[in-house]
């Protein structure tokens, strides 16, 4: 390899280098993933507590479909769920977000993030 | 019963007994706000037939979808009951269909329903559930299908023979927390129709969630349905025929009878004695007893129109 050829694969490979490290230490920590059942006309659980950015999976076990609504409407609002489907949402923002089942509306659950 | 929060003027013992009785096919006829037992099927049937009236039948949540093991086939067991009722040595004027026609809004569950229930070759009023409204465009599906002379999100009335007839929709607009919901523009349109009728007009009304508090816990009631059930007071005979909660309650108060049918696909625990208001297994060989059917018969002249609850088998 030439001189020239070797110092650029060495400028591209530190840059790479620096790339990678200024990457690892601006990366958030890593987002998490929440379950919430729903069996028994009941979530389960019915209150959660989560981060910025976390996701929240409402999984139907139940034998009978439901919805996720958000109280404060336009916000979250699911497909009907049958048995074994699910819905996701991230949470971007802070605050508390009540939600209720639209088919089934006494069934009510709610999810706080905070930082 | 558990629920504190409702007198409906029956205990769970005493409920239980009416069903028992219902589905030995006795007849009841209610007079002057206490059910009387008149005599067994057939021969009352007998008697109504030779004073001038009329029958209808009502069936409620079909659920065509479900699969489920609480019923693995709600297609069959709407097959019977329509056989049912078109078996019936009263036979109907027509038929009221009170609801979850379909399990999930699909079209191949309305179309099964159409064919199934089209069979029966007798006019069908149907209202919608909540099942009936989760398609995609949130109930266009079925106001395309079964509501083109109704107003608003479904509601319609006729008349038949001197009764008058509503069909409600509270399955719109459902809020958190909350049960059934009839919602302003239809009781404005409800107080508009019964507007100058007569005192001793017959009024029958139907619709999906019972219009009275059967058990808030699992939503089993409409939240504004006392407004509606005000606009009736003062109509000699009002009776109002529900569906949702797939057993048969039924309460007298004054002028008003209530009736919730049992469904033709799958029974749901009573009250705060299940874990939910969901689906009850129950062994294979007994299903078709906690399903049904039931049949209303006007006869001219009486106040009351008489129920009678028959089970699949």
């Known amino acids: 390899m030439t001189t020239a050829f070797r110092r650029a694969a060495f400028a591209r490979s530190l840059s790479l280098a620096f790339a990678l490290a200024l990457a690892s230490l601006a990366a958030p920590a890593r987002a998490a993933e929440i379950t919430v059942k729903i069996d028994n006309f009941t979530f389960v659980p019915a209150s959660v507590t989560i981060k910025p950015g976390d996701t929240v999976v409402w999984e139907n076990v139940d034998d009978i479909p439901h919805s996720i609504v958000s109280k404060t409407p336009g916000v979250f609002r699911s497909k009907p769920l049958d048995t074994n489907d699910k819905f996701s949402f991230v949470f971007a923002q802070e605050g508390t977000y009540d939600f209720f089942c639209g088919l089934h509306p006494h069934m009510q659950g709610k999810i706080v993030v905070a930082p | 019963m558990a629920n504190g929060q409702d007198d409906s003027g029956v205990s769970r013992r005493g409920a239980l007994e009416c069903m028992a009785w219902a589905g030995t096919g006795l007849l009841w006829t209610v007079a002057g706000g206490v059910p009387k037992v008149n005599q067994i099927l057939g021969v009352a049937s007998a008697n109504a037939q030779a004073a001038t009236g009329f029958t209808f039948a009502q069936i409620s949540d079909s659920h065509l979808g479900f699969d489920k093991p609480a019923n693995p086939n709600t297609n069959a067991t709407l097959e019977e009951a329509i056989a049912k009722v078109v078996a019936a040595k009263d036979k109907p004027a027509f038929m009221i269909h009170t609801g979850d026609i379909s399990h999930l ?106 219009l009275w508090t059967v058990y808030a816990d699992w939503g089993w009631g409409t939240d504004d349905g006392v407004k509606a059930l005000d606009l009736l007071k003062g109509f000699g005979s009002v009776t109002v025929l529900n569906g949702h909660i797939h057993q048969i309650f039924q309460k007298v108060e004054g002028n008003v009878a209530f009736h919730t049918a049992r469904s033709t696909a799958f029974p749901q625990g009573a009250p705060g004695q299940a874990p939910s208001a969901g689906p009850i297994l129950v062994p294979a060989d007994k299903l078709r007893s906690v399903l049904g059917v039931a049949s209303i018969t006007v006869t001219q002249g009486t106040h009351a129109l008489a129920i009678t609850d028959a089970p699949l088998a």
Do not use: C
């Open chain 2, 105 to 210: 809004s699909k079209p191949g569950q309305f179309d099964d329903a159409d064919k199934i229930i089209g069979a029966s070759r007798l006019d069908v009023h149907y209202v919608p559930g909540e099942h009936d409204v989760i398609d995609e465009d949130n109930g266009k599906a079925y106001m395309d299908r079964y509501g083109k002379n109704a107003k608003g999100k479904g509601w319609y009335a006729f008349d038949h023979q001197g009764v008058h007839f509503i069909g409600l929709v509270n399955v719109f607009d459902l809020k958190a927390g909350g049960m059934g919901n009839l919602g302003p523009e239809q009781l404005a349109w409800l107080a508009d129709d019964l507007k100058g009728k007569s005192a001793s007009t017959p009024i029958v009304v139907f619709a999906h969630i019972p």
